[in-house]
């Protein structure tokens, strides 16, 4: 009977404030690549026999190295890698690894700093 069958409820969000980790220079540049607005790409996913990962922190807080570690959904660790950079890409081989979801996490003296997901299908 074209009657709207739904209430529309504004909600108010408290404003928020945090100290950005990362700041990316915006371009117009029709070439230029898109960075990830979270620090962290993980691509293929789902993935077969690798998996890329991408990141991109800009200065860090301490010196303390990054690492990306691997885990599966136990919570055991599948492989570690050492983030030498503020920037760069990783390469993990995932052909050894059980089909099945995986937690990808980049950790700064035990901390996390970003977590993603990814799915090894074979």
Do not use: L
């Amino acid at each position: 009977n074209g009657q709207e069958c739904f209430e529309k409820v504004e909600v108010q969000f408290p404003n928020c404030t945090w100290t950005a980790e990362r700041h990316t220079n915006n371009t117009t540049s029709t070439n230029a690549t898109p960075k990830a607005a979270t620090g962290m790409m993980v691509y293929p996913n789902p993935a077969n026999q690798q998996v890329m990962i991408e990141y991109d922190y800009g200065t860090s807080s301490s010196d303390a190295p990054r690492h990306i570690i691997v885990y599966d959904m136990m919570g055991k660790v599948v492989s570690t890698q050492t983030a030498t950079n503020v920037s760069g890409t990783v390469n993990v081989s995932t052909s050894e690894f059980a089909a099945g979801n995986y937690m990808v996490r980049m950790e700064e003296s035990g901390k996390t700093v970003h977590t993603q997901k990814v799915t090894v299908s074979h």
